[in-house]
């Protein structure tokens, strides 16, 4: 057996300090590195709103709701104005709604791409004009109707029960299972995913059971 010399010893502790110092160092590294993203990912959801009645935001001067498949937006104009007078421009990306010759009161890019052949608009009672957007992605909640616009928290918006039935089956679905994710990660549960690949494991697990398999072991 090799006898090694003080100074060896020495040397090989020196290097092995080294070598756990510099682990630790990449180990604070990454901690700080991921605290501000933990961080802004936390302030974001802190920032977002609850959703109105109609699962939407009512803004200084019009209103937005939405179901799974549509988006309603309501502007207030003043009491006996003529269609004439109005301007609603509504494009694949974007919309632009108010009075001809004024500032518009919406306009901007929105928050997904719609359908602008479903779409329409009127004027309700000469005070108001009602949009009727038609999603082109009917499977998934807007965070917002502009871009930019302050955003809601979508895990609170609630979709109509009665609404589920008129979806075709591939759409319902989709809704069910993000539904169910979405509560089952509010309560700190596994989602429908987490919870297939559980059920592969344990059939795996059982098909084999002479493999070792390690505590909390997950199947990827």
């Known amino acids: 057996m090799a006898i090694l010399s003080d100074y060896e010893e020495d040397q090989q502790h020196q290097q092995y300090s080294s070598s756990k110092k510099d682990?630790?160092?990449?180990?604070?590294?990454?901690?700080?590195?991921?605290?501000?993203?933990?961080?802004?990912?936390?302030?974001?959801?802190?920032?977002?709103?609850?959703?109105?009645?109609?699962?939407?935001?009512?803004?200084?001067?019009?209103?937005?709701?939405?179901?799974?498949?549509?988006?309603?937006?309501n502007v207030p104009v003043p009491q006996g104005t003529k269609s004439s007078l109005l301007l609603c421009d509504i494009k694949t990306n974007s919309l632009k709604v108010g009075l001809k010759g004024q500032p518009p009161v919406v306009d901007g890019e929105l928050f997904k791409p719609v359908k602008v052949d479903d779409c329409i608009w009127s004027l309700e009672d000469k005070k108001m004009i009602t949009i009727l957007i038609c999603k082109r992605d009917q499977s998934e909640w807007w965070k917002s109707l502009l871009k930019g616009d302050p955003e809601i928290d979508t895990q609170k918006a609630e979709p109509e029960p009665s609404k589920l039935s008129d979806l075709d089956p591939e759409t319902r679905s989709a809704v069910e299972k993000m539904m169910f994710d979405q509560r089952q990660k509010q309560m700190g549960l596994p989602t429908s995913d987490e919870i297939q690949k559980q059920e592969l494991l344990k059939q795996f697990m059982a098909q084999n059971p002479n493999m070792n398999f390690p505590p909390g072991a997950q199947f990827m």
């Open 23 to 73: 682990i630790l160092a990449e180990k604070e590294a990454d901690a700080t590195a991921k605290k501000p993203e933990e961080e802004e990912e936390k302030q974001q959801k802190e920032n977002k709103l609850v959703p109105n009645k109609d699962n939407g935001l009512d803004m200084e001067n019009y209103s937005w709701g939405q179901s799974l498949q549509e988006v309603t937006v």
